[in-house]
Protein backbone atom coordinates (compact mmCIF):
# COMPACT_ATOMS: atom_id res chain seq x y z
CA UNK A 1 0.00 0.00 0.00
CA UNK A 2 1.08 3.48 0.50
CA UNK A 3 1.75 5.90 3.17
CA UNK A 4 2.49 9.50 3.50
CA UNK A 5 3.83 11.02 6.86
CA UNK A 6 4.19 14.36 7.91
CA UNK A 7 4.29 16.23 11.03
CA UNK A 8 0.77 17.66 12.23
CA UNK A 9 2.44 20.92 13.06
CA UNK A 10 5.76 23.08 13.34
CA UNK A 11 6.21 26.74 14.68
CA UNK A 12 9.13 28.85 13.21
CA UNK A 13 9.95 32.23 13.80
CA UNK A 14 9.86 35.30 11.33
CA UNK A 15 13.32 35.59 8.94
CA UNK A 16 14.04 32.24 10.37
CA UNK A 17 14.64 28.61 8.26
CA UNK A 18 12.17 26.08 8.61
CA UNK A 19 12.35 22.49 7.22
CA UNK A 20 9.31 20.28 6.65
CA UNK A 21 9.83 16.59 6.17
CA UNK A 22 7.73 14.21 4.51
CA UNK A 23 8.41 10.22 4.55
CA UNK A 24 6.61 7.95 2.32
CA UNK A 25 5.95 4.47 1.48
CA UNK A 26 4.62 2.80 -1.94
CA UNK A 27 5.12 0.38 -4.66
CA UNK A 28 5.02 2.83 -7.77
CA UNK A 29 6.23 6.20 -7.76
CA UNK A 30 5.88 8.96 -10.67
CA UNK A 31 7.40 11.99 -8.41
CA UNK A 32 6.49 13.91 -5.21
CA UNK A 33 4.52 17.80 -4.94
CA UNK A 34 4.20 19.79 -2.55
CA UNK A 35 1.64 22.16 -1.76
CA UNK A 36 0.83 25.43 0.28
CA UNK A 37 -2.69 25.94 1.16
CA UNK A 38 -3.82 29.02 3.45
CA UNK A 39 -6.73 28.64 6.10
CA UNK A 40 -10.12 28.26 3.79
CA UNK A 41 -8.49 28.73 0.72
CA UNK A 42 -7.60 25.74 -1.90
CA UNK A 43 -4.19 24.16 -2.50
CA UNK A 44 -1.49 25.92 -4.79
CA UNK A 45 1.51 24.12 -5.69
CA UNK A 46 5.13 24.79 -4.83
CA UNK A 47 6.81 21.95 -6.04
CA UNK A 48 7.76 18.77 -8.25
CA UNK A 49 10.48 16.40 -8.01
CA UNK A 50 10.70 13.23 -9.44
CA UNK A 51 14.27 13.10 -9.53
CA UNK A 52 17.12 12.63 -6.51
CA UNK A 53 18.21 16.41 -5.32
CA UNK A 54 17.59 19.63 -4.40
CA UNK A 55 15.31 22.03 -6.46
CA UNK A 56 15.35 25.90 -5.62
CA UNK A 57 12.81 28.10 -6.34
CA UNK A 58 13.08 31.66 -4.65
CA UNK A 59 12.40 30.83 -1.04
CA UNK A 60 11.28 27.66 -1.12
CA UNK A 61 13.60 24.62 -1.79
CA UNK A 62 12.48 20.89 -2.30
CA UNK A 63 14.70 17.74 -1.55
CA UNK A 64 13.66 14.12 -2.62
CA UNK A 65 15.48 10.90 -1.58
CA UNK A 66 13.82 8.62 -3.70
CA UNK A 67 15.76 5.12 -2.03
CA UNK A 68 15.21 6.67 1.39
CA UNK A 69 11.35 7.40 0.65
CA UNK A 70 12.33 11.07 1.88
CA UNK A 71 11.81 14.69 0.96
CA UNK A 72 11.39 18.17 2.78
CA UNK A 73 10.44 21.71 1.83
CA UNK A 74 12.72 24.37 3.30
CA UNK A 75 11.70 28.09 3.70
CA UNK A 76 13.89 30.46 3.82
CA UNK A 77 14.13 34.20 5.45
CA UNK A 78 10.16 33.31 6.39
CA UNK A 79 7.46 35.61 6.35
CA UNK A 80 4.46 36.10 8.12
CA UNK A 81 2.58 35.15 4.89
CA UNK A 82 4.14 32.08 4.73
CA UNK A 83 1.85 30.88 7.52
CA UNK A 84 0.21 27.81 6.10
CA UNK A 85 -0.18 24.30 6.03
CA UNK A 86 1.82 22.34 3.48
CA UNK A 87 0.52 19.36 1.68
CA UNK A 88 2.61 16.76 0.37
CA UNK A 89 1.54 14.50 -2.49
CA UNK A 90 3.39 11.41 -4.25
CA UNK A 91 2.22 10.55 -7.57
CA UNK A 92 1.40 7.19 -7.95
CA UNK A 93 2.08 4.39 -10.62
CA UNK A 94 -1.19 5.64 -12.14
CA UNK A 95 -0.57 9.16 -11.66
CA UNK A 96 -3.13 9.84 -9.17
CA UNK A 97 -1.89 11.86 -6.11
CA UNK A 98 -1.57 10.52 -2.78
CA UNK A 99 -1.74 13.21 -0.18
CA UNK A 100 -0.31 13.49 3.30
CA UNK A 101 -2.70 15.14 5.79
CA UNK A 102 -0.33 18.55 5.74
CA UNK A 103 1.63 20.57 8.31
CA UNK A 104 0.19 23.39 9.84
CA UNK A 105 3.20 25.91 10.09
CA UNK A 106 2.75 28.53 12.19
CA UNK A 107 5.20 32.01 12.03
CA UNK A 108 5.97 33.75 15.27
CA UNK A 109 6.99 37.66 15.40
CA UNK B 1 -13.37 33.19 -15.93
CA UNK B 2 -9.96 32.28 -15.24
CA UNK B 3 -8.87 28.91 -14.36
CA UNK B 4 -11.60 26.92 -12.17
CA UNK B 5 -14.75 28.08 -10.30
CA UNK B 6 -17.13 26.31 -7.89
CA UNK B 7 -20.17 26.72 -7.01
CA UNK B 8 -21.70 26.97 -4.31
CA UNK B 9 -19.29 28.49 -2.10
CA UNK B 10 -20.65 26.67 1.05
CA UNK B 11 -24.14 25.19 1.60
CA UNK B 12 -25.96 23.68 4.72
CA UNK B 13 -28.20 20.59 3.29
CA UNK B 14 -30.67 18.60 5.16
CA UNK B 15 -29.92 14.80 5.19
CA UNK B 16 -31.31 12.68 2.80
CA UNK B 17 -31.19 15.76 0.00
CA UNK B 18 -30.16 15.72 -3.68
CA UNK B 19 -27.09 18.20 -3.91
CA UNK B 20 -24.82 19.16 -7.21
CA UNK B 21 -21.69 20.70 -6.93
CA UNK B 22 -20.45 22.74 -9.95
CA UNK B 23 -17.08 22.67 -11.12
CA UNK B 24 -15.78 24.78 -14.37
CA UNK B 25 -12.63 25.05 -15.68
CA UNK B 26 -11.38 27.51 -18.97
CA UNK B 27 -8.20 25.89 -18.92
CA UNK B 28 -9.12 23.59 -21.43
CA UNK B 29 -7.20 20.92 -18.58
CA UNK B 30 -8.17 17.04 -19.95
CA UNK B 31 -7.98 15.55 -16.55
CA UNK B 32 -10.26 17.21 -13.72
CA UNK B 33 -10.94 15.47 -10.17
CA UNK B 34 -12.91 15.62 -7.45
CA UNK B 35 -11.57 15.75 -3.59
CA UNK B 36 -12.66 15.90 -0.22
CA UNK B 37 -10.71 17.61 2.40
CA UNK B 38 -11.61 16.34 5.97
CA UNK B 39 -9.58 17.63 9.01
CA UNK B 40 -6.48 15.93 10.23
CA UNK B 41 -6.69 13.80 6.74
CA UNK B 42 -4.70 14.29 3.54
CA UNK B 43 -7.14 14.92 0.63
CA UNK B 44 -9.01 12.56 -0.92
CA UNK B 45 -10.18 11.50 -4.40
CA UNK B 46 -13.82 10.73 -4.85
CA UNK B 47 -13.96 10.33 -8.85
CA UNK B 48 -12.13 11.83 -11.58
CA UNK B 49 -11.95 11.98 -15.26
CA UNK B 50 -9.17 11.61 -18.20
CA UNK B 51 -10.77 13.53 -20.57
CA UNK B 52 -14.69 14.16 -21.68
CA UNK B 53 -16.67 11.34 -21.70
CA UNK B 54 -15.18 9.32 -19.42
CA UNK B 55 -15.20 9.26 -15.53
CA UNK B 56 -13.56 6.44 -13.16
CA UNK B 57 -13.95 5.81 -9.18
CA UNK B 58 -11.50 7.16 -6.22
CA UNK B 59 -10.36 6.33 -3.20
CA UNK B 60 -13.97 7.42 -1.84
CA UNK B 61 -16.86 7.09 -4.41
CA UNK B 62 -19.40 5.97 -2.40
CA UNK B 63 -22.60 7.99 -2.52
CA UNK B 64 -21.28 9.87 -5.16
CA UNK B 65 -21.87 10.29 -9.11
CA UNK B 66 -19.87 12.56 -11.70
CA UNK B 67 -20.67 13.25 -15.09
CA UNK B 68 -18.54 14.76 -17.99
CA UNK B 69 -20.31 16.13 -20.75
CA UNK B 70 -17.69 18.18 -21.88
CA UNK B 71 -14.25 19.31 -21.23
CA UNK B 72 -15.18 22.24 -19.19
CA UNK B 73 -17.62 21.14 -16.43
CA UNK B 74 -17.70 18.23 -14.05
CA UNK B 75 -20.59 18.50 -11.84
CA UNK B 76 -20.87 16.01 -8.55
CA UNK B 77 -23.64 14.82 -7.18
CA UNK B 78 -25.09 13.94 -3.60
CA UNK B 79 -28.10 11.66 -4.51
CA UNK B 80 -29.04 11.18 -1.18
CA UNK B 81 -27.26 13.02 1.39
CA UNK B 82 -25.65 11.89 4.75
CA UNK B 83 -23.67 13.67 7.66
CA UNK B 84 -20.78 12.20 6.87
CA UNK B 85 -20.47 13.90 3.72
CA UNK B 86 -19.96 17.07 5.62
CA UNK B 87 -16.86 18.07 4.50
CA UNK B 88 -15.36 20.51 2.40
CA UNK B 89 -14.89 19.77 -1.44
CA UNK B 90 -12.57 20.85 -3.90
CA UNK B 91 -11.97 20.34 -7.77
CA UNK B 92 -8.93 20.18 -9.54
CA UNK B 93 -7.76 20.14 -13.37
CA UNK B 94 -4.76 19.16 -14.65
CA UNK B 95 -3.58 19.03 -18.46
CA UNK B 96 -3.43 15.34 -18.69
CA UNK B 97 -3.29 12.46 -15.95
CA UNK B 98 -1.04 10.77 -18.47
CA UNK B 99 2.08 12.19 -16.78
CA UNK B 100 2.99 14.41 -13.90
CA UNK B 101 0.97 16.93 -14.73
CA UNK B 102 0.45 19.97 -11.78
CA UNK B 103 -3.16 19.91 -10.61
CA UNK B 104 -4.81 23.08 -10.20
CA UNK B 105 -7.71 23.73 -7.46
CA UNK B 106 -10.71 25.49 -7.43
CA UNK B 107 -11.65 27.60 -4.23
CA UNK B 108 -13.74 25.06 -2.79
CA UNK B 109 -17.09 24.20 -1.28
CA UNK B 110 -17.91 23.92 2.45
CA UNK B 111 -20.86 21.66 2.68
CA UNK B 112 -22.67 21.28 5.65
CA UNK B 113 -25.25 17.90 6.14
CA UNK B 114 -27.74 18.00 8.96
Known amino acids: GQNIDQPTEMTATEGAIVQINCTYQ??????LFWYQQHAGEAPTFLSY??LDGLEEKGRFSSFLSRSKGYSYLLLKELQMKDSASYLC??????????WGAGTKLIIKP | IAGITQAPTSQILAAGRRMTLRCTQD?????MYWYRQDLGLGLRLIHY???????GKGEVPDGYSVSRANTDDFPLTLASAVPSQTSVYFCASSDSNLGADTQYFGPGTRLTVL
Open chain 2, 27 to 31: MRHNA
Open chain 1, 89 to 98: ALMDSNYQLI
Open chain 1, 26 to 31: TSGFNG
Open chain 2, 49 to 55: SNTAGTT
Open chain 1, 49 to 50: NV
